[in-house]
């Protein structure tokens, strides 16, 4: 009966809208509910709608108070990869694979074809329901075997590492709605998808993950205020720790140690990584270049003397697109924080839906900024495209454009 009645409202609600507007949100929903499946599809959904949206401005004519939050950082970004690309050993490569800065539009898409609190809180559902789901089928799948670092879990992605990246966006967004909710139902409900997206998590082994989703918990407890959210997440982390089968308690107790073969080789990747960034502090090596010069970096003690990535975020732009790319991407994180404690504060008792998009926002990409300290997600597609539909739900529903929040 619930359900039906959210998808009748969400059918009326998008009804009034201009055709492409229609599609444009049809096809928001569709990439979030498929996300977790199939990048094609989630692809072309997104793609679709990024298009379908962008024409609609220009024949249909856009809702008012267009926002173009954080454009400076973003602009700035672009700009600086755009020119690292061209002069990079191969520009014709690496400006290939700076298509990967079309997924920024994925920000402004979603941020501008959402109209209220209770369209957003729409997609959310979907997003937590497709989730859930994935988590389910991932459990059904790691009951069949013996579970271990010889068979972690991926779900319907190609990898682990992958499926640990979305679940912990999925995670925090979960864990906010529980935290956050004043309703029993909408509690429970949430409380439920947050254990199967968690119990999923814990079967990939990916402790980048877990870290991250670890700090997405803790900070939407702290922005929200809530003292029972910290009892909570204190809890869960205790019973993970009593009721988790050894391989995972050993997998657990294995983060910080030195004498682990992975954190080992991270290490020294990321030492590797620091030289490169002093061979070429300005514009570092280029877009997908990393593999190709590692090589001549790799420590003498590192097991892999070629990789593509150097399993950190900041060090990677730091590398690949040099020290200006560095801190155009660190302000472009850091305004994103500004922004989003700022509107939270300023919302002080205002109803759960705004509330709720704030800490949601600010606790995914918590994880994900945490979580890519110890990987390279900002090179996952599927990753950061959620990372990049997440961090506009702070501004959803805002009509006005606040000039700075430009950065």
Request: hydrophobic share 50%; proline share 4%; glycine share 10%.
């Amino acid at each position: 009966m619930t359900a039906g009645l959210a998808l009748r409202e969400f059918a009326e609600g998008i009804k009034g809208r201009p055709p492409l507007s229609r599609l444009s949100m049809v096809c928001l929903i569709g990439y979030l509910f498929s996300a977790p499946f199939s990048i094609s599809i989630s692809q072309i959904f997104v793609f679709t709608g990024i298009a379908s949206w962008l024409v609609s401005l220009r024949l249909e004519g856009g809702p008012s108070g267009f926002q173009l939050p954080l454009w400076r950082p973003i602009a700035l970004l672009v700009a600086l990869t755009l020119i690292s690309a061209a002069f990079s050993d191969d520009p014709g490569r690496s400006l290939k694979d700076a298509k990967q800065l079309f997924q920024v539009l994925i920000f402004y898409f979603a941020l501008n074809t959402v109209l209220s609190e209770r369209e957003a809180l729409w997609l959310v559902k979907a997003l937590l329901s497709a989730a859930a789901v994935a988590s389910v089928f991932t459990l059904g799948v790691a009951f069949m075997q013996p579970l271990g670092l010889a068979n972690r879990m991926s779900g319907f992605f190609s990898i682990y590492m992958t499926l640990g990246g979305y679940l912990v966006i999925a995670g925090a967004m979960a864990v906010s709605y529980f935290i956050t909710s004043e309703g029993s139902v909408s509690k429970g409900l949430a409380g439920a998808a947050s254990i199967v997206i968690i119990a999923a998590l814990m079967s990939t082994f990916s402790r980048n993950a877990w870290i991250g989703f670890g700090a997405a918990a803790l900070c939407a407890a702290l922005v929200a205020r809530s003292i029972k959210g910290i009892v909570l997440i204190a809890s869960l982390t205790a019973l993970v720790f009593i009721f988790s089968p050894a391989s995972i308690r050993d997998r657990l107790f294995s983060i910080g140690d030195m004498k682990d073969p992975s954190t080992r080789e991270r290490v020294f990747m990321w030492k590797s990584g620091m030289e490169m960034v002093r061979d070429r502090p300005l514009l570092g090596t280029g877009l997908d270049m990393i593999k190709r010069t590692y090589s001549r970096y790799a420590n003498p003690e590192a097991m892999k003397k070629r990789t593509g990535h150097l399993h950190n975020n900041p060090l990677h732009i730091a590398a690949e697109r040099g020290i200006p790319g560095f801190v155009a991407w660190m302000w472009f994180m850091g305004a994103f924080f500004v922004a989003g404690v700022r509107r939270l504060k300023g919302y002080g008792e205002a109803g759960f839906e705004r509330r709720y998009l704030s800490v949601a926002g600010l606790s995914a990409i918590t994880g994900f900024f945490i979580a890519g300290l110890f990987e390279y997600n900002y090179g996952d597609s599927e990753v950061v495209m959620l990372a990049y539909f997440v961090m506009s739900l702070p501004f959803m529903g805002a009509r006005e454009t606040e000039s700075t929040e430009g950065g």
